[in-house]
């Protein structure tokens, strides 16, 4: 009785003791960067690529772009692999200048160029697209993605267009009928 115990205890710490080697699964991490008013997300996979959207404001002595580069440098990110600029606003575009002298940027993703008329959005888009075109850039379309590693970032809306498809495996229809999934979210 007592052998069998033993090779029971035995038997159980070899079954429950974790593989050598075995290394745990890093989550997805998703860092809500304060840009006072603004937007800037960092998105981190497991396989350390990164994804920001947006990156705040210009200005205020490179608060924005330094707070974005504090992020991704506790987060482990030594470059951006894809930048997302949903519109050419200051406060979601205007911090790309002083976040590119701190984090590189390989690819922008974007709406293509700007409808806004004026000097002061003229200067700023411009600005932008001179450090765009040092990198990689990819125009979003509505119901087309770009892939950042195993995640695929899906445009609802671009320059003004809306999707008007949604794909039998979309994550916003149903799976079933292919319709659009109504929100049972009420105001």
């Known amino acids: 009785m007592r052998r069998t115990f033993r090779l029971l205890a035995l038997a159980l710490v070899i079954v429950s003791a ?9 989550p997805l991490q998703i860092h809500v960067i304060d840009v006072e008013g603004g937007q800037a997300t960092l998105f981190v996979l ?24 504090a992020a991704a440098k506790r987060a482990g990110v030594s470059k951006i692999d894809t930048l997302v600029v949903t519109h050419y606003h200051a406060d979601h575009v205007g911090g790309v200048p002083p976040l590119v002298e701190r984090v590189p940027i390989v690819r922008f993703v ?8 004026g000097d002061a959005p003229t200067a700023l888009y411009s600005g932008y697209d001179a450090i765009r075109s040092k990198g990689q850039h990819t125009i979003a379309r509505p119901g087309e993605s770009v892939r950042v590693g195993d995640l695929e970032v899906r445009f609802l809306s671009a320059a003004g267009a809306l999707i008007t ?8 229809s149903n799976s079933e009928t292919g319709a659009p999934q109504r929100s049972r979210l009420r105001p």
Do not use: M
């Open 165 to 172: 498809v949604v794909s039998r495996n979309s994550a916003f």
């Open 46 to 69: 497991p396989t350390g690529e990164s994804l920001l959207v947006d990156t705040g404001f210009p200005g205020n002595n490179g608060r924005d772009a330094d707070r974005i580069a």
């Open 18 to 26: 974790p593989r050598i080697g075995a290394q745990a699964v890093k």
């Open 110 to 117: 974007d709406h293509g160029p700007t409808v806004e008329k």
